[in-house]
């Protein structure tokens, strides 16, 4: 049997709740009617007494406060406040009507914008995903309205050095937002286009003065995906983003010797010389770059931890295409020492690092390329130019035979290592035939790989130490040489198919020849033997191979500069 006492109690609510209810729709049936409405402060006061009663009245309050906004600049402070209120209270169905309506505050009044976007952004950390579905919504409401002013608030959320964020957690829910829903839609946010893609780059360009490394990839990924930095840009453009990325590298700093063993620097070093090779290639300088290297990082280069010299020889491998030849002249000397270093004498007994080997070849002869004279007083040459620079009239012999006698002991230890490898592919070819597990064939198939990848290693060595024996060399200084961790461009036509009257494609420049049909090398060759054929012999490192740009601990901010 109900309780009497109870069942009054509800009945009285319910004529509260609906007492509360008819007066907020006869307040905006008033408003709506009225011509200038101005006039009805009443009416738009009782809307927020409204929003202190029932949890309907409430979200019809929530609704209504917004739409009527702009009549009441008098209580104009009060409106927001009653709004933020209705946001703050516990029943869910209030709090997702209060911030349906904050868009609305700026429809006709944009200086409030700023103001509330960042009361949106709080409520990015909202845990109900309907809340946080509609505080989205909101947000990209506002980006429509007014996208420069809603992106200029957003990442004041994000930080940047002079200004950092206060909130790491509401941080982090700006960038997702950014990440996931705004950078998807650039083509139909950024309007007027080349306004706006500038207006977000200067606001990233700020903001990743102080991010982590994922971070300043997820900026770079976007920007170079914007009009203004696509195919058609002028090499300006490219120059601006290896700017960017040149001060996220701090050139400007010199490598700390004593604190060598941070590997923080030297990686983030690394990470940004392979995001800015693909504006090299579109005419952006890697100068900047270059001369780092030489007047920092080679000079320390055997105090760099083990697992980072391979890295930093396949960046500058790679980068060394892209050279101008007064870059090539000052750092060849660098490399012309590490080459002698790492390239044994004939039967001297020396272990040779291969695929170290085969980055120095590679920078070598880019390098010399552009700056051929430069190698007369460096290995003995005698190429003519007809500059002071040749140097002819000086006795460098030395220096030609002792460089000579070290390709001779290269070549020497890469054809015995080439006929090791190619017994360990034999036996390899004989183990997987029969293997019984799956795991088992996983296994030989990555011996398979890492052998393949040696003997591309060892065949790339081989091309370059040959023409090097001459006293006026020619260098290669075209992609002929596909490096040993590189994909392998793939042919137009199937290598198995033969045109009519037509020949099968010649062996690839690299010399690799039929034992590079046999596997493509996935990464540089792992330092851990990749069968026992190979025993004895070293490839590269003491770590597993290296991708490209990963920037391994650079997690950290501060400055921008802590990446641990």
Request: hydrophobic share 35%.
């Amino acid at each position: 049997m109900r309780n009497p006492a109870a069942t009054a109690t509800a009945t009285a609510t319910a004529t509260d709740d609906s007492s509360h209810i008819e007066k907020l729709y006869e307040f905006g049936e008033r408003l709506n009617e009225s011509k200038d409405k101005s006039q009805n402060v009443k009416d738009y006061q009782g809307i927020m007494d409204a929003a202190k009663t029932s949890i309907k009245a409430k979200q019809l309050a929530a609704q209504l406060i917004p739409r009527f906004f702009k009549f009441f600049p008098e209580l104009s402070s009060q409106a927001v406040e009653t709004q933020i209120d209705l946001i703050e209270q516990e029943e869910l169905g209030v709090r997702v009507q209060a911030i349906r309506g904050l868009p609305l505050f700026c429809k006709d009044t944009p200086e409030y914008l700023s103001k509330i976007v960042d009361i949106l952004v709080q409520l990015l950390a909202a845990e109900e995903i309907v809340e946080r579905d509609a505080v989205h919504k909101a947000l990209m409401s506002l980006l429509r309205q007014d996208v420069k002013a809603s992106l200029s608030a957003l990442f004041k959320h994000i930080g940047t050095v002079e200004e950092p964020s206060t909130d790491e957690l509401i941080r982090e829910k700006v960038l997702s937002f950014v990440r996931d829903k705004v950078f998807p839609l650039k083509a139909e946010l950024l309007r007027p286009q080349e306004e706006m893609e500038r207006h977000i780059t200067d606001l990233i360009k700020k903001s990743s003065e102080d991010v982590t490394g994922a971070e300043f990839r997820m900026f770079m990924d976007f920007l170079k995906k914007l009009s203004i930095f696509g195919d058609k840009a002028p090499s300006e453009r490219m120059k601006e983003l290896v700017g960017i990325i040149e001060g996220q590298a701090d050139l400007d700093s010199a490598f700390d010797v004593t604190h060598v063993s941070d590997t923080d620097h030297i990686d983030r070093l690394i990470s940004c010389l392979y995001m800015a090779l693909p504006f090299f290639l579109r005419g952006a300088s890697s100068s900047r770059f270059l001369n780092y290297l030489n007047k920092h990082i080679i000079p320390v280069f055997d105090k760099l931890p083990e697992e980072r010299k391979l890295d930093l020889l396949k960046a500058l491998a790679e980068i060394s295409p892209f050279t101008l030849p007064q870059d090539s002249r000052q750092i060849l000397p660098s490399v012309v020492q590490l080459l002698k270093k790492y390239m044994p004498r004939r039967k001297s007994g020396e272990e040779m690092n291969f695929t170290y080997v085969e980055c120095l070849l590679y920078a070598f002869h880019h390098l010399a390329h552009k700056a051929p004279n430069a190698t007369n007083s460096l290995c003995g040459y005698k190429i003519v130019t007809g500059q002071p620079s040749d140097r002819l009239g000086e006795d460098f012999s030395e220096y030609y035979t002792d460089l000579t006698e070290r390709l001779s002991g290269v070549e020497d230890l890469t054809r015995a290592t080439m006929k090791k490898l190619t017994q360990g592919m034999a036996e390899q070819n004989k183990a997987m035939a029969a293997a019984k597990s799956d795991e088992a064939k996983d296994s030989i198939k990555t011996q398979k790989q890492n052998t393949t990848t040696g003997l591309r290693t060892c065949n790339n060595i081989l091309a370059m130490t040959k023409p090097l024996h001459s006293k006026t060399p020619l260098f290669i200084g075209d992609k002929s040489i596909n490096l040993s961790w590189k994909e392998v461009a793939k042919p137009s036509v199937p290598s198995t198919a033969v045109s009519a009257g037509g020949k099968r494609p010649a062996a690839t420049a690299n010399g690799s020849g039929n034992m590079e049909k046999k596997g493509r090398g996935a990464g540089g060759m792992q330092n851990q033997l990749v069968s026992r054929a190979l025993e004895g012999i070293s490839y590269g490192g003491r770590g597993s191979p290296r991708g490209r740009g990963r920037g391994r601990g650079w997690g950290g901010r501060g400055r921008g500069r802590s990446f641990r």
